[in-house]
């Protein structure tokens, strides 16, 4: 079972840490689960974050892991599906702990936001994200790229690449489960503006990725084209530019049962590229590891 240990106001021109009296640790080893309502700069009321925490006190050698849901969806979505018990099994099984924060993306003015910035300004959820996400879930104990991460499903796939490549000194690692990796503007975002299509679209972008630490999932009976195939195709441009990536595509169908498995395969993946980043003496630089697809 989750239990809700803090409720937060925060606002993004100011951070409130998360209290130590939120950790318990019945049962062995276990993280908490918190959540933090993060108002954005153009956002009217708060927006929920989810935070799963390992026991102790925070440190700026802690990664984060930043995870974005799809439309229809809601920064709950993962933990609903078991995403703490699968933390916490990790945690007892002595991998290296990290923390997860589960955001929103849900507008006040558009119903599917990508994960983007409006043309007019009048929804900025991408700058929610940048601008109060981030500094509510890390506080004074700001990570610098390497120790930053974001992932997310579908829709939040394809926000997870659209935003680590619209700032790439921030993120060092990127996961995409089921995204796509072009416009999908079915909300009026962009406001057919031709320079803003083409600057929220990845597949533009390309270039912007050197140096991440990229993984493409993709299911293997996924019923939308906006989806079938994209985890290849993109890692194929990615190769053109000499960008080293890895495919797999996995069993199962766009729900949250593949979702979860993927994610949680994803964990695993991430844990290995904060090693080899840590370890720049023995990593090649990601010019190809063991299990590594340059998307042929």
Known sequence: MIAV????????????????TDVRNTGGLRGRVSVLEVR??????????W????????SASIPVLYFLH?????????????????????????YAPFIVASLDGNGERHADTE??????????????VIAADIPAVEGSHRRDA????????????YGAMNIALHHPSMFSQVVSIAGYFHTNDLSDMFGDRGNLT????????????????????????????????????????????HIPSTVRIEPGTHDWNYAMRALTGSLSFLT???????????????????????GG
């Open 5 to 20: 240990f803090a409720l937060l106001m925060v606002l993004p021109a100011g951070v409130v840490r998360l209290s130590s």
């Open 40 to 49: 954005g700069p153009s956002d009217t009321q708060a927006h929920p974050v």
């Open 51 to 58: 935070v799963w925490r390992p026991p102790g006190a925070d």
């Open 70 to 94: 799809g439309y229809p969806g809601q920064a709950s979505d993962p933990f609903g599906y078991g995403l703490a018990k699968v933390l916490n099994q990790r945690l007892q099984a002595g």
């Open 115 to 128: 994960w983007a910035n409006s043309y007019n300004g009048s929804e900025l959820v991408e700058d929610r």
């Open 146 to 157: 390497a120790h930053r991460w974001i992932s997310g499903f579908s829709m939040g796939g």
């Open 198 to 241: 083409a600057w929220n679209a990845p597949d533009n972008q390309v270039a912007r990725a050197r140096g991440m630490h990229i993984l493409l999932d993709e299911d293997t009976a996924d019923p939308y084209s906006l989806i079938t195939g994209q985890a290849p195709a993109f890692a194929k441009l990615l190769a053109a530019d």
């Open 272 to 294: 290995t590229g904060w090693d080899e980043a840590l370890a720049p003496q023995v990593y090649t630089g990601g010019q190809g590891t063991a299990g590594q697809s340059s």
